[in-house]
């Protein structure tokens, strides 16, 4: 279905106004009242509790509910977690070995690791939570490329893979868990689940290493998004997660402070490259240069996204700010690039390549009205330029049928990210609906995907130039996310997207 462009940019100011407040953009931000409460409103006063779907599963590998899986980073380890900037830090193990062809990795354990009831951590509980996670939904895409993972007779877990990937622990933040048989498994978290007189709620685990600011965390039932806004407009329940960009997002009112964290959730411009102007590394450079990242986020996301031009977070090690700079916002310098690619600016203010004006339609999902205001802005970006644009939204399923049969020129893109940010999904598998094809940049994946220390390092480099110069797409921003605090309640927090309570033991209590 073709829809001429509407002015839907008024619905994205009056989201950017309203969450005026909230700070985002900085590798630690802290957080930001939206709202002082009044004298006779007592929030600190409140229990720390939290929400829980009572309809699905809370076993945090093959749950499906978001809410539930928000919990398990209070409950469960993992070998290793991501920190702030998507670094793997050892948790459950202790080190790593890999093999010379880079197709075995063996992780010896923290030998002092116990379950909540005691029970002492071993190889073969860390292989059977793998080998669930890899027939998970949550879980199986990450660990495609593992062939079998099983635990050695010294003790430690053996990872074989079909092919190398020299940041395997990245992708080992998967919650390592002891079966019960009823469908919650036991951690090495903070706390446990547990009933008190009929209610669920959050218990210390007695065995966990380090003090915490709660005994008890008080759990209260709700079914769906409305349900949880209303908990939290109540007090009932004292922190929730969102994502400001989402309509349900303005359902939170109150006074709490937003806490944002980095996301893998990388917003980007998908291009045809196998026919029409895209086909032109030279047009996908300068549309990526006519993207303005900066006024984009501030504007349309309330500041609540880290700009990228690469498909990797800018507060990721492996960010190459020489190759993004590259491809960064310069009006100028996208002019130039389209000329360059032969279309020329008329007197008119409308390029074109002969007696043809520069044409391009944009294909985003009606769905949502964020990723419609979004397409709105980078329609004008290209227009001030004199590129003739089109939007063409459509509904969820048009949308689908057009990215897979290629009517399109560009088109709004999301996808969440592995934490090592291979971007092969995107460039050669099945995310890429441009029909992007080189050899060249194949072959730089697999060298990259393979190496490791300083080897990958290089590989990156030589990854991230080559993508420079052929913008096969045009990452925007990655995406963050918002942890909602009770006004007064708490002061230091500083969630991570795996775990949103992933400082808790530094958390400073209201008096």
Not at 238 to 258: I, K, M, P, Q
Request: glycine share 10%; proline share 5%; net charge negative.
């Amino acid at each position: 279905m073709n829809v001429r462009r509407t002015a839907t940019l008024l619905l994205a100011a009056a989201l950017a106004f309203s969450l005026w407040g909230c700070t985002a953009g900085e590798p630690e931000p802290t957080p930001s009242a939206w709202s002082e409460p009044t004298p006779s409103q007592q929030v600190q006063t409140l229990p720390f509790a939290l929400a829980y779907d009572p309809t699905a599963s809370l076993h945090p590998i093959t749950s499906q509910s978001q809410v539930n899986l928000d919990l398990a980073g209070l409950v469960y380890e993992g070998l290793y977690e991501l920190d702030r900037n998507f670094e793997p830090q050892p948790v459950l193990a202790r080190s790593a070995a890999v093999s010379g062809d880079g197709l075995s990795w063996t992780i010896t354990l923290d030998s002092g690791a116990r379950f909540s009831d005691g029970t002492l951590v071993t190889a073969q509980h860390v292989a059977d939570s793998l080998n669930t996670a890899r027939a998970s939904a949550l879980y199986g895409g990450r660990l495609s490329a593992v062939s079998e993972v099983t635990a050695s007779e010294s003790g430690a877990v053996v990872i074989t893979l079909s092919s190398p990937n020299g940041a395997l622990d990245a992708l080992l933040d998967i919650p390592i868990v002891l079966e019960q048989g009823n469908g919650i498994p036991l951690g090495t978290g903070r706390y446990r689940f547990l009933r008190d007189r009929g209610k669920l709620c959050l218990s210390i685990n007695g065995n966990y290493r380090q003090a915490l600011p709660y005994d008890t965390i008080p759990l209260r039932e709700v079914r769906g998004a409305e349900e949880r806004i209303a908990a939290f407009d109540s007090g009932e329940v004292t922190a929730a997660v969102t994502d400001f960009s989402s309509a349900y997002a303005l359902g939170y009112s109150g006074t709490y402070e937003a806490c944002d964290f980095p996301t893998t959730t990388l917003l980007y411009v998908g291009f045809r490259t196998s026919g029409g102007v895209c086909a032109s590394a030279r047009v996908r450079q300068a549309f990526s240069r006519a993207f303005d990242r900066a006024s984009m986020t501030a504007s349309l996301m309330a500041g609540h996204g880290d700009l990228a031009c690469l498909p990797v977070s800018p507060l990721h090690g492996a960010y190459d700010q020489e190759a993004a700079s590259a491809l960064d916002y310069d009006a100028q310098a996208a002019g130039e690039l389209l000329t360059q690619a032969g279309y020329a600016l008329g007197a008119d203010g409308v390029r074109r390549r002969g007696s043809s004006p520069l044409r391009v339609t944009i294909a985003v999902n009606n769905d949502s009205a964020f990723k419609q205001s979004l397409a709105e802005f980078l329609a004008q970006c290209l227009e001030s330029l004199g590129v003739t644009v089109t939007v063409d939204a459509m509904p969820w399923e048009s949308y689908q049928s057009a990215l897979a049969s290629g009517q399109f020129d560009l088109y709004i893109g999301e996808v969440r990210m592995t934490g090592d940010f291979d971007p092969g999904e995107l460039l050669t598998g099945s995310l890429n609906y441009g029909g992007y094809a080189s050899q060249t940049m194949t072959e730089l994946l697999s060298a990259w995907r393979g190496a490791r220390g300083a080897a990958r390092d290089r590989a990156a480099s030589e990854l991230w130039q080559a993508f420079a110069r052929e913008a096969p797409i045009a990452p925007l921003c990655f995406k963050r996310g918002s942890l909602l605090v009770r006004w007064g309640m708490v002061t230091g927090v500083q969630p991570t997207q795996a775990d949103l309570f992933w400082n808790m033991e530094e958390w400073e209590l209201a008096q």
